[in-house]
């Protein structure tokens, strides 16, 4: 699996817009962007993936870049039970373990 | 049950003795993982089974660490002689391996494994 890189800790004003960054360069052509987040003393939830498209559910918008470097999770009106780990893991559609990083803080702030 | 299920949720055990961490995976999910999550930490995986075989063991930490799926269902994470080391929440996590990049992994809640 492809090694991601992101920023340790992110504020969000409450109902501000949260956009969480991923960069993902050595990511293969088979490869998919998948997002979960972890609420304390839970375990990880999965949110959206996608392989080269912009992709939304009713949790959150992914943005991908053309060359497939990097990606943005967004949260478009973040609140504070908003808060948490957010993991950008890199893997392909064959079961098999995924990598999870050390993800991004996000805190919501009232 | 509609998710996945891990008991105990917590487990305070004796260094030196042997535990048990179950996972009950969503029905039909042929796929299960096991991951470790230290304290303050990220996640560690551990092991992975497709149906009941292991094709993955990489991240079992020592031959302490064991883990069996029987019936294409349960699986059990055995950890013998426990460490203080040890001590970590075991995350269980299962997906539908035809087509995972449609579902992800669905995690549950964990074991908090607490080695005194």
């Known amino acids: 699996d492809a090694k991601t890189t992101q920023p340790p800790s992110m504020d969000c004003a409450e109902g501000r817009a949260a956009n969480l960054p991923c960069n993902h360069s050595t990511i293969s052509g088979n490869e998919y962007v998948y997002w979960y987040r972890q609420i304390h003393s839970q375990g990880p939830q999965y949110i959206i993936h996608g392989l080269k498209n912009n992709e939304t559910n009713e949790m959150a918008s992914l943005i991908i870049t053309e060359d497939r470097k990097s990606s943005t999770l967004i949260l478009p009106h973040a609140t504070l039970r908003d808060t948490a780990v957010y993991y950008c893991i890199v893997s392909d559609t064959n079961a098999g373990k995924s990598t999870f990083g050390d993800g991004t803080t996000l805190t919501v702030k009232p | 049950g509609a998710g996945v299920s891990q008991s105990p949720s917590n487990k305070v055990t004796e260094k030196g003795k042997d535990v048990e961490l179950r996972c009950d995976p969503i029905s039909g999910h042929t796929a299960l993982y096991w991951y470790r999550q230290r304290l303050g930490q990220g996640l560690e995986f551990l092991i992975y089974?497709?149906?009941?075989?292991?094709?993955?063991k990489s991240g079992l930490p020592s031959d302490r660490f064991s883990a069996e799926r029987t019936g294409e269902s349960v699986s059990t994470l055995t950890i013998q002689r426990t460490q203080q080391e040890d001590s970590a929440v075991y995350l269980c996590a299962s997906s539908l391996q035809v087509d995972r990049a449609v579902y992800g992994y669905t995690f549950g809640s964990g074991t908090r494994l607490t080695v005194v």
């Open positions: 089974f497709q149906g009941n075989s292991a094709p993955d």
